[in-house]
Nanobody
């Protein structure tokens, strides 16, 4: 069982930056693939970025490529999402997710564990 707790969301002006964190419980964090998803009002949840066991295995949605960076600190059992050059279109609830399966980490069904979400609001 893995518990995930996100933090770092908030209100920021367009062009600003935020860093989200996701603290994970459990002793096998390093073996889990992790992802960040977001859901805006009235829209489906979508993948933002995902990472397997190291930064050499990362994926980014086209809409955030070049602006967001996903990383993990396995010693601290923490996942991060550095978000730069934020746009109003990035406004959403951001969720972190974890999976211990060899699954499609670009899809919601690939994940077994989810955090409660953290709100990111970007004002214009």
């Amino acid at each position: 069982q893995v518990q995930l707790v996100e933090s770092g969301g908030g209100l920021v002006q367009a062009g600003g930056s935020l860093t989200l964190s996701c603290a994970a419980s459990g002793r096998t964090f390093s073996s889990y693939a992790m992802g960040w998803f977001r859901q805006a009002p009235g829209k489906e949840r979508e993948v933002v970025a995902a990472i397997r066991w190291s930064v050499d295995n990362t994926y980014y949605a086209d809409s955030v490529k070049g602006r967001f960076t996903i990383s993990r600190d396995n010693a601290r059992n923490t996942l991060y999402l550095q978000m730069n050059s934020l746009k109003p279109a990035d406004t959403a609830v951001y969720y972190c997710a974890a999976t211990g399966r060899s699954a499609n980490i670009l899809a919601q069904y690939g994940y077994d564990y989810w955090g409660q979400g953290t709100q990111v609001t970007v004002s214009s």
